[in-house]
T-cell receptor, first 117, second 110 residues
Framework: GAVVSQHPSRVICKSGTSVKIECRSL??????MFWYRQFPKKSLMLMAT?????????EQGVEKDKFLINHASLTLSTLTVTSAHPEDSSFYIC?????????????FGPGTRLTVT | GEDVEQSLFLSVREGDSSVINCTYT??????LYWYKQEPGAGLQLLTY?????DMKQDQRLTVLLNKKDKHLSLRIADTQTGDSAIYFC??????????FGQGTELSVKP
């Protein structure tokens, strides 16, 4: 149980285009999902907290107009990187918190490798 | 806010025990976690410990928590080459956000 999927697992796009990454909780409902960015050999940087049915809460320094987050249902959150630039190339990981959980545990997706050329 | 620190690298021989250490600043985390990340993959929860516990053992994994020193450790017994990965310790903020350490890269040599 507690499986989180991400799609796509890997994407290459040209500068200036937009890319959408999906995060799904497969066997549980998640009112809250989190989006992280990870640089090589580095820790995870929380970008935003996504709450079902409301606006996402962005961390300081993260451009909300560039990284659009939509959490339309209890099992799906999407991150859209708009007008992508090479510096947006990174590993993006989502996580989801089980609605029934009481220990703040987050279940992580397998990540999406974004390369902007 | 919470700050979590780990040593960056650890190298051990197959069959030895590995001990990965972590220190944290905010003692309000109700739970503390250990996650494993293999290359190119997401994070896998290995184990967690409730803040009122001193020790938790789960097969080859032993977690020790010293609340006085704000020190958390993960011991892996009989370390195997498949244990090679990056290990993250994490606490959580009042709002439930996970705060990760920098990650410890464990290298297991045959």
């Amino acid at each position: 149980g507690a499986v989180v999927s991400q799609h796509p697992s890997r994407v290459i796009c040209k500068s200036g285009t937009s890319v959408k990454i999906e995060c799904r909780s497969l066997d549980f409902q998640a009112t809250t999902m989190f989006w992280y960015r990870q640089f090589p050999k580095k820790s995870l940087m929380l970008m935003a907290t996504s709450n079902e049915g409301s606006k996402a809460t962005y961390e300081q320094g993260v451009e909300k107009d560039k990284f659009l987050i939509n959490h339309a249902s209890l099992t799906l959150s999407t991150l859209t990187v708009t007008s992508a630039h090479p510096e947006d190339s990174s590993f993006y990981i989502c996580s989801a918190r089980d609605l029934r959980g009481s220990n703040y545990e987050q279940y992580f997706g397998p990540g999406t490798r974004l390369t902007v050329t | 806010g919470e700050d979590v620190e780990q040593s960056l690298f650890l190298s051990v021989r197959e069959g030895d025990s590995s001990v990965i250490n972590c220190t944290y600043t905010d003692s309000s985390s109700t739970y503390l976690y250990w996650y494993k990340q293999e290359p190119g993959a997401g994070l896998q929860l290995l184990t967690y410990i409730f803040s009122n516990m001193d020790m938790k053992q789960d097969q080859r994994l032993t977690v020790l928590l010293n609340k006085k020193d704000k020190h958390l450790s993960l011991r892996i017994a009989d370390t195997q080459t498949g244990d090679s990965a990056i290990y993250f310790c994490a606490g959580h903020s009042q709002g439930g956000k996970l705060i990760f350490g920098q990650g410890t890269e464990l290298s297991v040599k045959p």
